[in-house]
């Protein structure tokens, strides 16, 4: 009796089982990167708004909507650290140190830039000035973790959208505060949601093709 499961599979059928794995490794990078990419979305639209609409108009009191924003970051820090660690297993070319490293920056920058703010409010930062400095600081250190997962995991979207937060962090500062927020909400806000659509756009064209 002949076994026709020992049989070598001709080029046309190791092609398709190649192109069918690399699928699979790519919805399972790609799940994630959605979540991801809505935490901080609705964390920056959620949190910068209350902070304009605390500052601008009165809605409610500052130091509510600074300690929402500050949860809401908080949070999202947290859930970029354990999808990076995630993100580091079982993704071929990538090793676990990798994976480990990118998470834990999130954690380390985040309150590295926190600690840098305090500091500078220790030596004579204004209030005003606290007020550019944090809502930057955050969206260069978000801009420039997604660049560095860009080049970690060859990721379009990821480049796309470091690039536009390093924008968006530079340029809020000449709106003045409160206005600052309001081009974080929309702009920031805005292209992590628009990024989250893209990918899930992506992860159901994958679908429809397996």
């Known amino acids: 009796m002949h076994d026709h499961d020992d049989e070598p599979l001709d080029p046309a059928a190791m092609l398709a089982l190649l192109e069918r794995q690399q699928r699979a490794v790519g919805l399972a990078y790609l799940k994630p990167v959605t979540v991801l990419y809505a935490v901080w979305g609705v964390a920056w639209l959620v949190g910068f708004l209350l902070l304009w609409l605390a500052d601008a108009l009165g809605w409610l009191p500052l130091p509510v909507a600074g300690a929402i924003f500050g949860a809401l970051i908080v949070c999202s820090i947290v859930a970029s650290a354990l999808v990076g660690i995630r993100m580091g297993r079982g993704i071929r070319g990538t090793s676990n140190f990798q994976g480990a490293v990118y998470g834990i920056s999130w954690s380390l920058l985040g309150g590295a830039f926190a600690v840098l703010g305090m500091g500078l409010l220790?030596?004579?930062m204004s209030q005003e000035l606290a007020a550019l400095y944090f809502p930057s600081?955050?969206?260069?250190?978000a801009g420039a973790m997604y660049?560095?997962?860009?080049?970690l995991w060859n990721e379009r979207?990821?480049?796309v959208l470091g690039i536009v937060l390093l924008i968006i962090g530079a340029l809020s500062?000449?709106?003045g505060n409160p206005n600052n927020n309001l081009v974080m909400a929309i702009g920031g806000g805005g292209a992590f949601l628009v990024a989250s659509?893209?990918?899930?756009?992506r992860?159901?064209?994958e679908r429809r093709r397996s």
């Open 122 to 124: 220790q030596n004579g």
């Open 203 to 205: 992860i159901r064209a």
């Open 157 to 159: 979207s990821q480049l």
């Open 137 to 141: 600081a955050y969206a260069l250190m």
């Open 147 to 151: 660049l560095t997962g860009a080049a």
């Open 173 to 175: 500062p000449f709106f």
């Open 197 to 201: 659509a893209v990918t899930f756009g």
